[in-house]
């Protein structure tokens, strides 16, 4: 909404001063700002009004050191989030952008199925919340209009220079280039880091590349939501994370969106994705600005109004950078939690079947409440956590200089 009056006062007006809009790290920076007054200073008159509304954590009892003082602690502070990250956004991107709309809509959409399983949870005293098949098709909703809109949109495009962008004594020289509509992404670890969609599936026919790309599409946002999801079990433990994560794909967005760095670096240069960087400020303001009262020990808990929105949005930034094949590092801690459950589980039912008793190789899953049962304080799991969160956002920046 600012961008479109000060570049009003830029262009027509041409009153002085109002040009440092167009500027992204200027937006960038003040997006973070708003985000962490919101969430820092109102966060407090959020939580008493949940308070109030007699919204606390009804927590199930799994034997674990500290877990009856979490009861009664206020939840849904997903809603903080959420007011953190929209409402910058809307003040200082440029909301006309696809990019920007896409990343809204997610985060509305999912933030919603959060609160309803929230609301069941909490006003309905059903301690399942919102049944697993609902959620999974609000998922795939969600999934198919992210695909499609990345597949089909005319905006989605990659632009292709005839030769490298120079600068000569000050003055970028820009090349003749072309923005070509293509389903390319990016391989880690790989010289030849690019993969076609499109050569992967067009020889199944010229409908088959935009269903696989959907599916894909909604497996990544699906998988990488319930990874955040899961890993929400401690405090600070899934706001802690998705900054670091949101902070990494901040850098992948200003390169992609620059025509210097993103051919210097070997990225694809992706117009119009600067203004994802307002967006990633916005995220990551939240996220720390709401750890400000989640670390341990947490006055408030997101719920899945934030967790499953949280994990949603990552999924659609790294799809929109054309990242996702980067998930799987960076986003390696909702890995491993999910992986976790899903391995502990399929243990289970295999030794039950063939020996008559189920077995278990954690101790209990997810992979945090596995290191809790050993005794550790759950402060020190999530800062060992977020270290290797730190790691692995430095292994996947690390991808930029491969060649």
Not at 122 to 147: E, P, Y
Not at 328 to 352: M, W
Request: glycine share 10%; with cysteine; hydrophobic share 50%.
């Amino acid at each position: 909404m600012l961008y479109s009056l000060f570049e009003y006062f830029d262009k027509v007006l041409d009153i002085p001063g109002t040009g440092v809009f167009r500027y992204i790290s200027f937006r960038a920076g003040m997006a973070a700002l708003v985000s962490l007054v919101i969430t820092i200073t109102f966060g407090q008159n959020i939580i008493a009004w949940i308070r109030n509304k007699q919204i606390g954590e009804t927590v199930r009892d799994l034997g674990l050191e500290g877990q009856n003082e979490k009861k009664g602690t206020p939840t849904m502070g997903g809603l903080m989030i959420m007011a953190g990250i929209i409402i910058p956004t809307l003040l200082f991107a440029n909301i006309n952008n696809i990019y920007i709309i896409l990343l809204l809509i997610t985060t509305l959409w999912l933030g919603g199925i959060g609160f309803l399983d929230d609301y069941i949870k909490v006003f309905r005293k059903n301690k399942d919340g919102l049944a697993g098949k609902f959620k999974i098709v609000g998922q795939i909703v969600i999934g198919v209009v992210v695909g499609a809109t990345l597949y089909f949109h005319d905006d989605v495009v990659v632009r292709e220079f005839t030769n490298p962008v120079s600068i000569e004594e000050g003055i970028v020289e820009t090349p003749a280039y072309r923005d070509v509509k293509t389903m390319k992404t990016t391989i880690p670890f790989m010289k030849n880091n690019e993969l076609n969609y499109e050569r992967v599936f067009g020889f199944m026919g010229d409908v088959a590349t935009p269903v696989f790309y959907i599916l894909i599409v909604i497996f990544i946002v699906t998988a990488v939501s319930n990874g955040a999801n899961i890993t929400d079990g401690i405090d600070g433990l899934a706001a802690g994370t998705s900054a670091i994560i949101g902070l990494t794909i901040a850098i992948f967005a200003y390169i992609s969106g620059n025509a210097i760095f993103s051919q210097y670096l070997n990225v694809f240069f992706i117009p119009n994705s600067a203004e994802l960087v307002i967006f990633c400020a916005a995220f990551v303001g939240a996220c720390v600005g709401f750890l400000w009262y989640n670390a341990y020990p947490a006055q408030v808990f997101m719920g899945d109004t934030g967790s499953l929105m949280l994990g949603g949005v990552i999924a659609v930034l790294s799809l929109t950078l054309r990242k996702e094949l980067l998930i799987p590092v960076l986003c390696g801690i909702f890995v491993i939690e999910n992986a976790s459950v899903i391995i502990q589980v399929s243990y289970f039912k295999y030794t039950k079947k063939k020996y008559g008793e189920g077995r278990r190789i954690f101790l209990m899953s997810p992979l945090h409440h596995h290191y809790q049962k050993k005794n550790i304080h759950e402060a020190k799991i999530v800062t060992r956590f977020w270290i290797i969160g730190i790691l692995l956002a430095i292994i996947t920046l690390a991808t930029l200089k491969l060649r």
